[in-house]
């Protein structure tokens, strides 16, 4: 009976600090700052990426739709701005704002920039899910903001980003952009 009894307080116990645990990680769950709508140069959906700031930097949520399957390169763009065909409009990388930086995660010799991203795979049904992370507290500042007055552009390229090639890792054609508006 003893044992039955504390039994039973210790699972009425957890039952009910278990709710108040959910309740405080749905309270501190961080909260999108921005999405871009993706696009392609003929304006069909591509899909979105959803931006999420943190201590140093951007968590990038993107969920692909109708990519070529395969690795595709990813980056941020200094001007948010998405006229087709080929997206130029949304100008190079995203840089730093006081250096001249090369383009490259794996770039040894001056890189990366800070619009350089991890590469993103597509499954062959064209469906893209990935995380990606742009380090570098400078793309909270003025200047390179997602929402300051140019705005920044989240473009998809065609092939996949070696890491190490000028000027984009040899990612060929820009397939998909969406500018960043607040969330």
């Given amino acids: 009976m003893r044992r039955t009894l504390s039994t039973a307080i ?3 116990a957890f039952a009910l600090a278990v709710p108040a645990c959910a309740s405080v990680q749905e309270a501190s769950a961080p909260q999108p700052v921005a999405v871009a709508q993706l696009r392609t140069a003929e304006g069909g959906d ?4 959803t931006a999420y700031r943190g201590p140093l930097g951007l968590l990038l949520r993107v969920e692909g739709r109708g990519w070529p399957a395969g690795w595709h390169g990813v980056h941020l763009h200094a001007t948010g701005v998405c006229e087709g065909p080929g997206f130029t409009s949304a100008g190079g990388h995203v840089d730093h704002p006081t250096t001249d930086r090369a383009h490259g995660l794996l770039n040894m010799d001056g890189g990366p920039e800070l619009g350089d991203l991890q590469n993103v795979y597509a499954a062959a049904d064209g469906t ?4 990606v992370y ?3 507290p400078q793309l909270t500042e003025r200047g390179h903001d997602l929402l300051d007055a140019d705005g920044l552009a989240f473009i998809v390229h065609a092939n996949p980003d070696d890491h ?8 060929g054609a820009r397939i ?7 969330r």
């Fill in 128 to 131: 893209a899910m990935a995380e």
């Fill in 10 to 12: 210790a699972v009425t």
């Fill in 176 to 182: 998909a952009c969406g500018v960043f508006e607040a």
């Fill in 46 to 49: 591509a899909g979105s990426v």
């Fill in 134 to 136: 742009a380090a570098g």
């Fill in 164 to 171: 190490v090639s000028q000027p984009i890792g040899g990612a």
